[in-house]
């Protein structure tokens, strides 16, 4: 089931018409069974390989705590058997060569065609599994301790507003709140309201509208480097609108029922560096692998040869993360590389160091960097990606540069939400914010409410005429 289907807003108004009249334990009981049925709407079958990893990880956690000189030993069953079925059902394919077809044929399974492996993929897979091994390994490491009842922990695994796509949540946060009684908030009712509309408008007017763009440009066999890049650009716009979206569904849906969801963008375009990029940009992913991987490797505290070392290991471990192709573990290279140079430039001398007159510079820089990148993340046909970047700029024509401003100009248009919503929001923060304890003023309920038609109505106006699904649902 995806956010943008009617089939969700049905399932979903019928849910919150009992689940406020429930008491708490009915409520999770509930949610459980409505996390399974979102889950299991088109595949079933999906929901065995999530309850047999969450079995394995409940006995494991409790294990630890039950015996805790053997815990290394029970954290070692958690990771093999989350990490195998991950790189079974993810990367068959790419570990075997391309020969994953072949495999399943061999096993018997001989009408599939490769239309059927890759439908194999359980959705959101990658989410649930690193939520998992977090939990699991902060039972390991003693920073909290483990679910007893079986139930409030499924619950924490399939929470379903986050489950598919993210932001993955640590349990300290997540299951802190479900395993609390929750009461009704009007005041946050109508901000989870809004919050859904403004995802609802950028998925079907700003990220579908762009991907039109984007998808027409990479399908030209060979693109003139101007109208390449505007369809990088249309790219990076599909691809923050998209996914900033899914986000803001899952969290204004989560706000309805009760509990908080993690941010997961925090203007990340508006980044001055690469490093503050990734402080900005999917924010729950990049904080798993600075916690499980990068510190655990030793983090900054090595030589700088080591330092260099752990970065590139774990952005290339965060590119293989997002796909079994060449070009993810290219991209991460590209970023762990940047990572790698900035923090040689912090290290130089400090007359290097630009100040604040730069800032506006700055990002436009770091714009440009990440938008290079997500040229590596959207072709995955090394061939085509070598002939993207061997386009001369001066071979381009006058008409193909006017085709570019057109297009670029187009994309600048569908994300002009975007950049208001960026611009008033420091403005809204400063003069709007009311505290939990005291009630809104008059002005932030009718900004509320205002903000909702206006939303509506551009949803109605503007929405692209064919919607696909969220990009990361691939992930």
């Given at each position: 089931?995806?956010?943008?289907?009617?089939?969700?807003?049905?399932?979903?108004?019928?849910?919150?018409?009992?689940?406020?009249?429930?008491?708490?334990?009915?409520?999770?009981?509930?949610?459980?069974?409505?996390?399974?049925?979102?889950?299991?709407?088109?595949?079933?079958?999906?929901?065995?390989?999530?309850?047999?990893?969450?079995?394995?990880?409940?006995?494991?956690?409790?294990?630890?705590?039950?015996?805790?000189?053997?815990?290394?030993?029970?954290?070692?069953?958690?990771?093999?058997?989350?990490?195998?079925?991950?790189?079974?059902?993810?990367?068959?394919?790419?570990?075997?060569?391309?020969?994953?077809?072949?495999?399943?044929?061999?096993?018997?399974?001989?009408?599939?065609?490769?239309?059927?492996?890759?439908?194999?993929?359980?959705?959101?897979?990658?989410?649930?599994?690193?939520?998992?091994?977090?939990?699991?390994?902060?039972?390991?490491?003693?920073?909290?301790?483990?679910?007893?009842?079986?139930?409030?922990?499924?619950?924490?695994?399939?929470?379903?507003?986050?489950?598919?796509?993210?932001?993955?949540?640590?349990?300290?946060?997540?299951?802190?709140?479900?395993?609390?009684?929750?009461?009704?908030?009007?005041?946050?009712?109508?901000?989870?309201?809004?919050?859904?509309?403004?995802?609802?408008?950028?998925?079907?007017?700003?990220?579908?509208?762009?991907?039109?763009?984007?998808?027409?440009?990479?399908?030209?066999?060979?693109p003139s480097w101007p109208v390449l890049w505007a369809g990088v650009f249309a790219f990076a716009v599909q691809i923050f609108a998209d996914f900033s979206a899914y986000t803001d569904i899952a969290r204004g849906s989560a706000r309805l029922l009760g509990i908080d969801i993690a941010q997961n963008f925090n203007h990340p375009y508006l980044a001055s560096s690469p490093p503050d990029f990734w402080r900005r940009w999917h924010i729950s992913l990049s904080t798993w692998f600075r916690d499980y991987v990068y510190i655990p490797?030793?983090?900054?505290?090595?030589?700088?040869?080591?330092?260099?070392?752990?970065?590139?290991?774990?952005?290339?471990?965060?590119?293989?993360?997002?796909?079994?192709?060449?070009?993810?573990?290219?991209?991460?290279?590209?970023?762990?590389?940047?990572?790698?140079?900035?923090?040689?430039?912090?290290?130089?001398?400090?007359?290097?160091?630009?100040?604040?007159?730069?800032?506006?510079?700055?990002?436009?820089?770091?714009?440009?960097?990440?938008?290079?990148?997500?040229?590596?993340?959207?072709?995955?046909?090394?061939?085509?990606?070598?002939?993207?970047?061997?386009?001369?700029?001066?071979?381009?024509?006058?008409?193909?540069?006017?085709?570019?401003?057109?297009?670029?100009?187009?994309?600048?248009?569908?994300?002009?939400?975007?950049?208001?919503?960026?611009?008033?929001?420091?403005?809204?923060?400063?003069?709007?914010?009311?505290?939990?304890?005291?009630?809104?003023?008059?002005?932030?309920?009718?900004?509320?409410?205002?903000?909702?038609?206006?939303?509506?109505?551009?949803?109605?106006?503007?929405?692209?005429?064919?919607?696909?699904?969220?990009?990361?649902?691939?992930?």
């Amino acid at each position: 089931m995806i956010f943008h289907s009617f089939q969700y807003v049905v399932f979903f108004v019928a849910l919150i018409s009992v689940y406020w009249w429930l008491p708490f334990r009915g409520q999770n009981l509930l949610l459980l069974a409505a996390s399974y049925f979102f889950y299991g709407f088109v595949h079933p079958w999906f929901l065995i390989l999530l309850t047999a990893t969450a079995l394995i990880d409940y006995f494991t956690s409790n294990r630890m705590a039950l015996d805790p000189a053997r815990k290394r030993f029970y954290l070692g069953i958690t990771l093999v058997a989350n990490l195998g079925v991950l790189c079974s059902f993810k990367y068959l394919d790419f570990l075997s060569g391309g020969h994953a077809l072949e495999i399943v044929h061999w096993l018997g399974f001989k009408q599939m065609t490769a239309q059927d492996v890759a439908a194999l993929l359980p959705v959101g897979l990658s989410f649930y599994t690193f939520q998992s091994i977090a939990y699991v390994m902060d039972v390991y490491r003693g920073e909290i301790q483990p679910q007893r009842k079986l139930l409030d922990f499924l619950l924490f695994v399939s929470f379903f507003p986050q489950l598919v796509a993210g932001p993955i949540q640590r349990a300290a946060f997540l299951s802190g709140q479900l395993t609390k009684p929750r009461v009704f908030d009007a005041r946050i009712a109508r901000s989870a309201v809004v919050l859904i509309l403004w995802g609802y408008l950028k998925k079907l007017a700003i990220a579908d509208n762009a991907a039109t763009i984007c998808n027409k440009v990479f399908s030209l066999d060979q693109p003139s480097w101007p109208v390449l890049w505007a369809g990088v650009f249309a790219f990076a716009v599909q691809i923050f609108a998209d996914f900033s979206a899914y986000t803001d569904i899952a969290r204004g849906s989560a706000r309805l029922l009760g509990i908080d969801i993690a941010q997961n963008f925090n203007h990340p375009y508006l980044a001055s560096s690469p490093p503050d990029f990734w402080r900005r940009w999917h924010i729950s992913l990049s904080t798993w692998f600075r916690d499980y991987v990068y510190i655990p490797l030793g983090g900054g505290r090595c030589s700088q040869g080591r330092v260099m070392v752990n970065i590139m290991l774990t952005f290339l471990l965060s590119g293989l993360w997002h796909g079994a192709s060449w070009n993810y573990l290219l991209w991460g290279a590209y970023h762990g590389a940047l990572l790698v140079l900035w923090r040689l430039w912090e290290r130089g001398p400090e007359a290097w160091r630009p100040d604040r007159f730069w800032r506006w510079p700055q990002i436009l820089l770091t714009f440009g960097l990440v938008n290079f990148g997500w040229l590596l993340f959207r072709e995955t046909d090394l061939r085509m990606l070598g002939k993207y970047l061997s386009s001369n700029p001066f071979a381009a024509s006058g008409a193909e540069w006017q085709t570019a401003v057109y297009l670029f100009t187009s994309v600048l248009l569908f994300a002009l939400p975007i950049i208001i919503q960026t611009a008033l929001h420091p403005w809204i923060e400063r003069h709007l914010h009311y505290t939990d304890d005291a009630p809104p003023p008059w002005s932030w309920a009718l900004l509320q409410g205002v903000t909702a038609a206006l939303l509506i109505v551009g949803i109605r106006l503007l929405a692209a005429p064919d919607s696909s699904d969220f990009i990361y649902f691939q992930f």
